[in-house]
């Protein structure tokens, strides 16, 4: 009974992770001392992720969570098992993320090893949040680089075996990436059915979507191309406003060097640890998504960051890092309660 109480209340903090469109499609079931983590693949917008990478990397983010939430309060290590009934997808091969649908991604358990930095990153899990503001005051320092970049993924566990890695984008590589984000963003921006699915999104009740306070404003300078939760079919909502942005911004990648589901889970996973460690320093955090949704721009991306960093990467998070020159608003995002997402 004991063990049930800490668990719920480790999973208060993990349902604080990242998910696309804030559509927290996570389920828990809570087996002994373990929790299964599946997917609803019901509540997760389909035309931002027509593969299913966000919805596998949303459960991932919701793992990593977990983990740490679990290791600060036990003071052991979590251990988890990614896939463990197997990693073919219930609904096909074919289907991508949606097919894993209800099937358990991972079995998360206390082990007997080292915290780590679960303290640290936990306690900048209730600070955490997306940031689509100007991040003007710097990109991290080389030490706060080093930080966030190990801090991604744990030095031993399923993650490391796997080849998860963070790396930070040189410049040429950084602008780069900035086009193609832009191009993938301006080929969606006119398309009618895309837009109404992201106004579907905003200001949505029941504990999901996206605040249309957290939309963030346009770049006055028109340089990031952040995707624009403020657009829609009749125009932008005029008070998302408009701010210049820093240029270059400083970029993290998340890679691996496959691209299969654990792939995919892994991209989330590694994407909450940086983003957590990069709070924990004050360091904003945004998301640049538009240019891994779609196969042909996924590819130009992992072909471009493959070439710049010398191995073969495949591309599972854009990371925006900075410094603000003015404090953040608060993340205003809301969690539909845990009670809802464990399965009894
Ligand atoms: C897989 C994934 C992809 C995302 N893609 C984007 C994106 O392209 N642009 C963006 O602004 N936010 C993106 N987000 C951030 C979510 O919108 C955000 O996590 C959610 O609204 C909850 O807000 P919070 O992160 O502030 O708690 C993404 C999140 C995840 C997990």
Redesign the pocket.
């Known amino acids: 009974m004991f063990e049930r109480r800490r668990i719920m209340a480790a999973l208060e903090d993990a349902v604080?992770?990242?998910?696309?469109?804030?559509s927290q499609p996570w389920r828990f079931r809570i087996v002994g001392e373990e929790v299964h983590v599946s997917l609803d693949a019901s509540v997760t917008p389909r035309l931002?992720?027509p593969s299913g990478?966000?919805a596998l990397?949303?459960i991932g983010?919701v793992v990593a969570g977990l983990e740490i939430a679990l290791a600060a309060r036990t003071g052991h290590a979590s251990e988890t098992t990614f896939f463990p009934e197997g990693t073919e997808a219930p609904g096909g091969p074919t289907a991508g993320g949606q097919a894993w649908d209800g099937a358990t991604l991972a079995v998360v358990r206390t082990g007997d090893g080292e915290p780590g930095d679960a303290s640290r990153l936990a306690a900048a899990m209730p600070q955490?949040?997306?940031?689509?503001e100007p991040l003007r005051a710097g990109g991290p320092t080389d030490e706060e680089w080093a930080f966030v970049l190990e801090s991604a993924v744990p030095p031993s566990g399923p993650a490391a075996r796997s080849g998860l890695r963070a790396e930070r984008a040189e410049s040429a590589l950084t602008i780069t990436l900035v086009e193609l984000t832009a191009r993938a963003d301006a080929e969606r921006v006119d398309d009618p059915a895309y837009l109404a699915e992201v106004q579907a999104w905003i200001d949505r009740e029941g504990r999901v979507?996206?605040p249309h306070q957290?939309a963030?404003p346009a770049d006055s300078a028109h340089h990031y191309p952040?995707?624009d939760?403020a657009q829609s079919l009749s125009g932008r909502a005029g008070e998302a406003g408009e701010k210049e942005f820093e240029f270059p911004p400083s970029l993290l990648l998340v890679t691996t060097s496959e691209d299969g589901p654990l792939d995919q889970v892994l991209?989330?996973y590694g994407?909450?640890r940086a983003?957590l460690a990069a709070t924990s320093l004050g360091l904003g955090t945004?998301?640049?998504?538009?240019a891994l949704e779609e196969p042909a721009s996924h590819a130009a991306v992992d072909a471009a960051a493959s070439g710049s960093l010398g191995h073969r990467a495949v591309v599972h998070?854009i990371l925006r890092l900075g410094h603000p020159d003015q404090p953040l608003s608060p993340?205003?995002?809301q969690r539909r309660p845990v009670s809802e997402v464990v399965l009894r």
């Open positions: 604080l992770a990242p998910s696309i469109h804030n931002v992720d990478r966000w990397a949303s983010a955490r949040h997306t940031t689509r979507g996206i957290s963030g952040g995707r939760f991209g989330g994407m909450l983003m945004g998301v640049l998504g538009q998070q993340g205003h995002t």
